[in-house]
């Protein structure tokens, strides 16, 4: 018998699945709606969450009140982590489709790290693994450019969330070009500039708002720009 939701292979791999049902009964389930604020930048953080449907992005305000879009999680992502120290949010997490999460209480989350090897070892290694990916995509942004940028993340959205078609690989997500922007931390002008430059060298097309990508030509265009 299946788990009742797609599950988070960091946080429960190799742990039998009877032992992974009775972690995740200890969840409770919430569902936000669209655009939703699951917690804000700043909030106490009480728990863990793990996407159950939808998808929810994180974002962090700048001191001028730009928004960057810092991650986006699909269902089975992990997010929240950060709750061992009683640490204050550092980002808002918010709905970007109808969402359900299951929510781990911090008070379960330390019982289950002092009492089961399995699940401490693996959290522990999650939070290496983020930890180091943060130090790589911060050595990213001070050494690329805002269109190297451009083209990692939709390399990195299509392999991500995308879906195979005919013409390429879709992003299921209807992403203006200010969304773009924040997403890599640059202008919405020159994400317009860049995507017309991208259409015109065939590696993406645009169809309304969603994004189809020939990953191949740019994942060249990565490796030969990156060079």
Known sequence: MPLPFQTSEEL???????ETRKILDLCTERE?????????????????????????????LSERGTESILHILRPGDV???LIVNEEKRPFTAVAVTDVTVAILKRKDLLDLLSSHPSFSRNFTKMLSTRLVRVEKEFAGLLHA??????????????????????????????????????????ARETVTIQLHKFEEMG???????????????LAEYLSVEEA
Request: overall charge positive.
């Open 79 to 81: 997010f929240g982590e």
């Open 32 to 60: 936000f709606p669209r655009d939703a604020a699951i917690f804000r930048e700043g909030d106490a953080a009480e728990a863990l969450f793990i996407v159950r449907t939808g998808l929810v992005k994180l974002t962090s």
């Open 145 to 186: 450019w805002a269109y190297h940028r451009l083209a990692r993340e939709l390399l990195h959205l299509s392999e991500d969330l995308g879906v195979e078609t005919p013409a390429g690989t879709l992003i299921p997500l209807h992403l203006t070009h200010e969304e773009l922007s924040n997403l890599i931390g640059t």
């Open 12 to 18: 429960f791999r190799r742990i039998p699945e009877g």
């Open 203 to 217: 590696m993406i097309r645009r169809k309304g708002r969603r994004i189809i990508v020939n990953r191949p030509r």
